[in-house]
């Protein structure tokens, strides 16, 4: 019963900066963590920054330095910058929400394409 709607994804070319944006509503336990996740055509769905309810953070190898993961979790909402943009970026992403009796969510999805 709970629904995530992520927004922001689009075209943009390598080097260049997107920030996506989801946000939780419905019936919402407190929640333990926020993330993205992301797949690739061919590839498995791998975590790309993961949030925590006290702010701590951790993200994948290929995106440190690059991407920021925030939350409000007054408002159920989470965002990740993405700067300097690959074209390895490219791929849907996926928002994550998994409240305190570890219940998992799933947004719909929000490609992003990053051209050379």
């Known amino acids: 019963q709970v629904q995530l709607v992520e927004s922001g994804g689009g075209l943009v070319q390598a080097g260049g900066s997107l920030t996506l944006s989801c946000a939780a509503s419905g019936s919402i336990f407190p929640i333990l963590t926020m993330a993205w996740y992301r797949q690739a055509p061919g590839k498995q769905r791998e975590l790309v920054a993961g949030?925590?309810?006290?702010?701590?953070?951790n993200y994948a190898d290929s995106v440190k330095g690059r991407f920021t993961i925030s939350r409000d979790n007054a408002k159920n909402t989470v965002h990740l910058r993405m700067n300097n943009l690959k074209v390895e970026d490219t791929a849907v992403y996926y928002c994550?929400?998994?409240?305190?009796?570890?219940?998992?969510?799933w947004g719909q999805g929000t490609q992003v394409t990053v051209s050379s």
């Open positions: 949030i925590t309810r006290g702010g701590a953070t």
């Open positions: 994550n929400l998994r409240d305190v009796l570890n219940r998992d969510s």
